[in-house]
Structures are given as structure tokens and as C-alpha cells.
């Protein structure tokens, strides 16, 4: 084994493909035929999209689960512990479990420079087949078509939302971005979308592909009624469900199309009964986390702007007491231009922090940027996000709350020391 324990294994990666991002398929397809990795036995569900990923495999692990399934999940990024990456059975893979997935990768991919993230996709899959699982849920990285994830044929895929982010590589706008993220479908099986507005790409694709498409609001959809809702789909009726156990309007939206993509795939399709257990059971840390005390805090890794509109939406239904106070990192090659317009007149001052490393930027350039777009806003500059923090909890009174938001890095970095 080259390395013994988890960080040196993770530092050796992150030096070892000359780019942090190399999108395509052959290395990882090289890496799982050589280990017999390439036909799972298992059903899977393929989970991309923009926004709302996360809480979509939240849901499916649940109710999977509670349908008595052994479920393998594959989540990135993590927030605070790489091991967060992979699940099986609700609980995180061990240190050592990765390192000796990963020697086995590194003797499986002969001179190929895998990338960091494909080696993270790898270990998931190798630990899922030894651990044995029943049933896997895959969350992209970014885009679909060529990410690693899309190495292997799932029985159900599942586009949450199609929104702009990370343009650099997927594209400069919707149709771009919704013709990559379509490549996780495939001809003859479900494909879902959980955009009540989809680009004509992403249909388009998906029609000439001869996938089993289906869009939420067209061919299922949500009916809320107070604390309960009703789901409809091809497969039938299912009336008078929990509310979702995530907060926000928006997590109906994406309970209901999880739902449709476990009705479509035979060997994914669960009981009403562990539909009902996973809406309550199903578990997501920093989307819209609250943390009560005379000051609630309020943890939301919103990074874009469709989520920051989501973020707004949550303050807006989840009224203070008191004031609201933002405290914001968030790294230069975003929209921070229009997360601050879809979050204006939500805080009673912003504290802005510092990021470092080679996407982060300053906290007095992210307030060049945040007052471009919101000229009135009161601005705090600190050259950390925790002092950012440190300021805005101090400031507070009882029946204030504090809202950190940015990025997984932003929340990560308070989240840790609580």
C-alpha cells in the first residue's frame, strides 16, 4: 500500500492529475473494468442537477432503506470529514476502508493520472461492492455527461433543477448547461426531471436518447394541503404524505420527483409505507440547518443564485424575532453579483468573510461586488469568515439570528467548532 492512513492518501491525489478538473470517462471506465467493478449487480439511481442533489439522495437513501434495503450513497463535497463522501447503511465508510479501496484503484489504473474526484467515485463503488449493498444512490459532481458518476448505467436518473453554475465548463447558459446534465439519462429507461421549467435541450436529449422522461408538473407533481400532500404520478396516487423532514418549499418539489424516479425502475420501487418512513427520516447537514439558542443560527451552503433564491424563500416562510445578520464567504468565480440580489433585503447587515486558497478572494473584494449590486446594504469586512462570524454573533441579541452561507467551505468552517 503506497500510503497508511486517509490524509496522505487524499494529498498524494490532489498532486497527482496535473488539473483539479478533467472531465471525462475513459480513466475511470478503465479503472472499474480492470477491477470488475463495470456491471453492478445492484440497481442505482443516478442524481444530478444544479441545485437540490443532495436532499434528493437524501430522500431515495431514506426510503430505500426503509424499505430494507442495504443502500451504498455517494455524496460530494463533504462538509466537514472526506469520509462523509460514502454511506452504507446511513453510516460513513472508515478511514480505512478508503485507503484500502484506494491502493486497489491505484493498482488497477496502471500509468493513468486519476483525478481526485474519480478516485472518490471509484472508492465509492469498490467499497459498495464489498460491503455488499442492495441498492445505490450516485450523486454527480458536476455536469453529468462526462462526470465520473456517469461510468456506469443507472436503472433511474434524475435531473433535480438546471440552473447556472460553473459555466466554465458546462456552458454559458440553460440550454448549455441542461444538454450536459441530461447525459446521465439513458435510451429505454427512467429518466426524470425535477425542473418545473426544463430547457428544450434537456428534452430534446432526452427524446432523441428514447429515454422514459418524465417532468414534474407534466407527468407528476405535488398537491399540498396544509401539513400533509398528496403525490401523483404515471405509477398512480399517493395521498396524504408527511410534510418532507427538510425545510423549505422546494423539498417538496424534490421529494416528489425521487418519488417518481423509485416508481419508474422495477428494482428500485419501494412501498407506500417506506415512502411515508423515508420523507421523515431523511437527514441533510447546511441546507437551511438551523441551530436553536437565544441567537439561532442558520447554516445553508446556497452557492448560486437559484439557491440563494431558495435561501431567501426559507428566511421569508421562517421569520426572526429579531434581526438577521448574513454572514458570507463565497469563492470569486461565482455570481456573487446575483446571490446578493436574490438575497437583498433579507439581513440587517451583511458580515462578509475571506476565503482563501486558489478560487477564494478577499473579503474587501467580495464587498466591491456585493455593493455593485446592493449599494445600500450595511457591509462588514473581516478577513476570515469565523472572525466574520465571531462579529455578527457577537452583535446579536436574544430573538436575532446568525445565517452563514456561501459555500460548503464557508459553512464548514464554523460548523466544525460546534
Given at each position: ?81 472526506y469520509n462523509e463522501r460514502v454511506r452504507v447503511d446511513g453510516v460513513d465508510a472508515s478511514d480505512e476502508e478508503f485507503c484500502e479501496a484506494f491502493a486497489r484503484i491505484d493498482s488497477a489504473r496502471g500509468d493513468l493520472a486519476v483525478t481526485y474526484f474519480e478516485f472518490g467515485t471509484l472508492a465509492a463503488i469498490d467499497i459498495f461492492a464489498r460491503r455488499g449493498v442492495s441498492a445505490a444512490v450516485l450523486e454527480v459532481g458536476l455536469g453529468g455527461r462526462l462526470d465520473a458518476v456517469n461510468a456506469l448505467d443507472a436503472d433511474s436518473a434524475l435531473v433535480a433543477s438546471v440552473g447556472l453554475d460553473h459555466q466554465d465548463w458546462l456552458g454559458p ?246
Amino acid at each position: 500500500m503506497r500510503f497508511k492512513t486517509l490524509p496522505e492518501w487524499l494529498a498524494w491525489q490532489e498532486q497527482l492529475h496535473p488539473n483539479v478538473i478533467d472531465l471525462g470517462l475513459h480513466r475511470v471506465q478503465h479503472v472499474l473494468k480492470a477491477l470488475h467493478l463495470d456491471a453492478p449487480e445492484y440497481p442505482i439511481l443516478t442524481v444530478g442537477g444544479t441545485n437540490g442533489k443532495g436532499s434528493c439522495v437524501s430522500f431515495a437513501e431514506a426510503m430505500l432503506r426503509a424499505a430494507g434495503h442495504r443502500v451504498g450513497a455517494y455524496v460530494s463535497p463533504h462538509i466537514l470529514r472526506y469520509n462523509e463522501r460514502v454511506r452504507v447503511d446511513g453510516v460513513d465508510a472508515s478511514d480505512e476502508e478508503f485507503c484500502e479501496a484506494f491502493a486497489r484503484i491505484d493498482s488497477a489504473r496502471g500509468d493513468l493520472a486519476v483525478t481526485y474526484f474519480e478516485f472518490g467515485t471509484l472508492a465509492a463503488i469498490d467499497i459498495f461492492a464489498r460491503r455488499g449493498v442492495s441498492a445505490a444512490v450516485l450523486e454527480v459532481g458536476l455536469g453529468g455527461r462526462l462526470d465520473a458518476v456517469n461510468a456506469l448505467d443507472a436503472d433511474s436518473a434524475l435531473v433535480a433543477s438546471v440552473g447556472l453554475d460553473h459555466q466554465d465548463w458546462l456552458g454559458p447558459d440553460r440550454e448549455s448547461i441542461g444538454r450536459e446534465k441530461a447525459g446521465i439519462y439513458r435510451a429505454g429507461r427512467p429518466a426524470l426531471c425535477g425542473d418545473r421549467e426544463p430547457p428544450a435541450s434537456l428534452l430534446e436529449h432526452a427524446m432523441t436518447l428514447g429515454a422514459r422522461l418524465q417532468v414534474l408538473g407534466r407527468d407528476f407533481d405535488c398537491r399540498i394541503e396544509g401539513d400533509i400532500w398528496d403525490w401523483r404520478g404515471q405509477e398512480g396516487e399517493i395521498r396524504s404524505l408527511p410534510s418532507p423532514s427538510l425545510p423549505g418549499r422546494i423539498q417538496y418539489d424534490n421529494a416528489a420527483t425521487v418519488i417518481a424516479a423509485l416508481q419508474a425502475a422495477p428494482r428500485l420501487q419501494v412501498p407506500e409505507a417506506a415512502i411515508r418512513e423515508g420523507l421523515i427520516q431523511a437527514r441533510i447537514a447546511a441546507r437551511f440547518q438551523r441551530i436553536p439558542g437565544p441567537v439561532e443560527r442558520v447554516f445553508d451552503v446556497s452557492h448560486n443564485p437559484d439557491a440563494a433564491r431558495v435561501l431567501a424563500a426559507n428566511l421569508m416562510a421562517h421569520p426572526a424575532g429579531g434581526r438577521t445578520y448574513g454572514v458570507m464567504g463565497m469563492f470569486r468565480d461565482k455570481a456573487v453579483e446575483e446571490v446578493a440580489q436574490a438575497l437583498a433585503g433579507r439581513f440587517d447587515r451583511w458580515y462578509l468573510g475571506g476565503l482563501e486558497g486558489p478560487r477564494g478572494q478577499s473579503a474587501a473584494a467580495l464587498a466591491a461586488r456585493v455593493r455593485s449590486a446592493l449599494p445600500q446594504v450595511e457591509l462588514l469586512e473581516h478577513a476570515s469568515v469565523p472572525q466574520a462570524h465571531a462579529a455578527a454573533f457577537a452583535a446579536a441579541q436574544p430573538g436575532d439570528r446568525v445565517v452563514v452561507f456561501g459555500s460548503f467551505q464557508t459553512v464548514a468552517q464554523i460548523l466544525k467548532d460546534i
